[in-house]
């Protein structure tokens, strides 16, 4: 049998809350900065909950390496195409360079938006109307639609149009399993370079929730914080005053290589992919199993396939959303998964500074977890005042720590039971 090959990590690219850029994400992080606000982009005033992470648009700069034109086409694209541009610069590749032949794409992103204009002023003049007018519909939603409607509805279509703006040749894949996403894809490219379908991948998550129907939806499901009058202290995993989720927005990519040839052309590596570990809890669309059953399968499953022991594990990057049920819930994994060595595990959430961005979580706080190895030290988990005894955890909340960390795990929880862990190495 032909060895396992290794998979390391040498470039990201991100775009999130309060950062335009993966080196300005890990440095906020490890500052301890909030980039949660009132939303700004639309008039939430009518809304339960009118705060949320709110990332910039992208300069037509960082547009460029890949192409201007994914402006047009959503936030989602435009997140999207910056990332992964800044994630090819970082790992020195050029697109459409001679490395595109053997290369694969591996996307998880958002189902796409839409603003009221489009849907809703043609659904009002229609129900102004005795019976409906189909046809007087048809015509305004025709006038009122923006370009590439289509496209950007269809997840696959902003797979597809990556790979070709990079010259990519091989696999390309789009995921859509929810707030896993981000990580899921990253673990299928990572399956791909160890068995030989690919040398390199370009990987990552993408979403934007962040717009009238977006933030209606997540309101009534009454998984939101409504601290409207404190942004700053809303999202607050574990802490015993937890109310909610905050809404974030944005992307990360990262540029998966099969060691050896990643070395050979003298790439800088970053970190190492061990191990993934996907499940399903198959226990409810909205809640978690409340035994953690999914999370703790994700997360052995993830230790098993890196050869790893809970021992060697120094952090994790905890999906930590600031839900009431949801951090319990993970807490309870986290104890099933490390048992008594669980309180030197230190665990803490990105999403207390820049919120849940949905289907691109997972690959921003893959992001996050890599330069937390690199460079030795983990970041806080801000708003811990309360500790919360259903999540006896180590949350960081002191400030940012050094450690020597040999190992950490990234854990991406989603509606439906999807669960998925990433396992890094040191490099």
């Known amino acids: ?43 939430a005033s009518a809304f339960p909950v009118r705060i ?21 086409r959503g936030r989602i694209s435009a997140f999207a195409a910056a990332a992964a541009g800044a994630a090819l610069a970082d790992a020195g590749l050029a697109p459409h360079g001679e490395w595109a032949r053997r290369a694969g794409l591996s996307l998880a992103s958002g189902m796409g938006t839409y603003g009221h204009a489009e849907v809703f002023r043609a659904a009002a003049a229609a129900a102004s109307e005795p019976d409906f007018p189909a046809r007087a519909f048809s015509e305004r939603l025709r006038e009122e639609v923006l370009p590439h409607a289509g496209e950007r ?17 091989g696999p390309v894949l789009a995921s859509m399993t929810a707030c896993a996403g981000g990580t899921q894809a990253i673990g299928d490219a990572f399956r791909w370079i160890r068995r030989g379908e690919a040398d390199v991948v370009l990987a990552g998550g993408s979403d934007s929730e962040i717009y009238p129907m977006g933030l209606a939806s997540f309101c009534l499901l009454g998984a939101l914080s409504r601290r409207n009058d404190e942004p700053a202290r809303a999202s607050r995993p574990f802490d015993r005053a937890r109310d909610g989720f905050v809404l974030g927005e944005g992307s990360g990519f990262l540029v998966l290589e099969e060691r050896e040839a990643a070395l050979r052309r003298g790439a800088t590596v970053l970190g190492e992919i061990a191990g993934f570990g996907s499940a399903c809890d198959a226990f409810r669309v909205t809640d978690p199993h409340p035994d953690g059953l999914g999370a703790i399968l994700a997360m052995r499953r993830a230790l098993e396939d890196a050869g790893l022991a809970p021992a060697d594990v120094g952090y994790v990057n905890a999906h930590g959303t600031s839900t009431p049920g949801g951090d319990r ?17 230190a665990v803490s959430s990105t999403k207390s500074m820049i919120g849940h961005l949905t289907v691109a979580a997972g690959a921003v ?8 190895i690199r460079d030795g030290l983990v970041h806080a988990t801000l708003n811990q005042e309360t500790p919360d005894p259903d999540c006896p955890l180590d949350t960081v909340p ?10 950490a795990l990234s854990n991406s929880f989603a509606f439906g039971g999807q669960t998925a862990c990433l396992a890094f190495v040191r490099a």
């Open 153 to 169: 509805q269809t997840p696959g279509a902003l797979a597809a149009r990556l790979a070709r703006s990079a010259g990519i040749e």
């Open 1 to 43: 049998m032909r060895a396992r090959r290794r998979v390391v990590v040498t470039g990201c690219g991100a775009v999130a809350p309060g950062a335009a850029s993966a080196r300005e994400l890990w440095s906020n992080a490890t500052k301890g900065v909030a980039a949660v606000g009132p939303v700004s982009r639309f008039d």
């Open 398 to 407: 002191e400030g940012p720590r050094r450690l020597d960390l040999r190992a």
């Open 365 to 372: 706080e893959a992001i996050v977890t890599l330069y937390s």
């Open 52 to 72: 949320a992470a709110e990332a910039a648009d992208p300069s037509g700069e960082a547009l460029a390496p890949l192409g201007t034109d994914f402006a047009g």
């Open 329 to 345: 819930v993970e807490a309870l994994a986290l104890g099933a998964v490390f048992g008594e060595g669980l309180p030197r595990v």
